[in-house]
């Protein structure tokens, strides 16, 4: 069964530093997802990508964040500047369809990034 | 200042019984609802979903019943066992507010062998 993979499993950065957390989605889905668990709390949205543009984002999703497909099948996410708070498990996830056709988003494993 | 976790409810129950995990969400506009099994480590795994013009769908071993008059999602897992230990959240999107999943806050099913 296809499945969502990201790379690193967990990466360990220190406070300043840039971040690229990166998705390979589900090959035939169209939309892309960022979401984010800080430890023992919710899953929360950073930021939806459809036709190579964000579609929509969160409050969390500042200008230290940015998401690019820089090729067919990556899906990346950046932090240019962490903060002790970005310490949490970012998960991608895609979908194959949107609007009035539902469909479920598929969830990688997770990237677990600590910021030290 | 120190981050308070969620106290997660729990459901024990013992292998071979019905499970039922209830949800209340929040958005009366949610017009899709997903519920996802988190197992220790991974990412939240697709169990079963179901859209707003419906009250019940059902899987393979699973139920999903939607009450719309006062907002509440369950999920029935028939015969349970050890293998459905993990934590189960309900997830909600709201009609016209593009794609974004709300997640609940979830709910620890063990089961007992």
């Known amino acids: 069964e296809p499945e969502v993979t990201q790379t690193p499993s967990h990466q360990v950065t220190q406070m300043g530093q840039e971040v690229i957390l990166r998705c390979v989605p589900i090959s035939n889905h169209l939309y892309f997802y960022w979401y984010r668990q800080i430890l023992g709390q919710k899953v929360e949205f950073l930021v939806s990508?459809?036709?190579?543009?964000?579609?929509?984002k969160s409050e969390i999703f500042d200008d230290q964040f940015s998401v690019e497909r820089p090729d067919g099948s990556n899906f990346t996410l950046k932090i240019r500047s962490t903060k002790l708070e970005d310490s949490a498990m970012y998960f991608c996830?895609?979908?194959?369809?949107?609007?009035?056709?539902?469909?479920?988003?598929?969830f990688g494993d997770g990237t677990r990034l600590s910021i030290l | 200042g120190e981050s308070v976790g969620l106290h997660l409810p729990t459901l024990s129950v013992q292998e071979g019984d019905n499970s039922i995990i209830n949800c209340a969400y929040s958005?009366?506009?949610?017009?899709?609802f997903i519920w996802y099994k988190q197992e220790s480590g991974k990412g939240p795994q697709f169990i079963i979903d179901?859209?707003?013009?419906?009250d019940k769908r059902q899987g393979q071993r699973v139920t999903v019943l939607l009450n719309k008059t006062v907002k509440h999602l369950s999920l029935q897992i028939a015969a349970t066992q050890p293998g459905d230990s993990a934590v189960y959240f309900c997830a909600e999107k709201v009609n016209g507010y593009g794609n974004k999943l709300v997640f609940g806050a979830g709910t620890i099913l063990r089961v007992k062998s």
């Open positions: 990508f459809y036709n190579n543009e964000i579609s929509e």
């Open positions: 179901i859209r707003s013009n419906m």
């Open positions: 958005n009366s506009a949610s017009d899709y």
């Open positions: 996830a895609s979908s194959p369809l949107t609007g009035a056709f539902n469909q479920p988003q598929h």
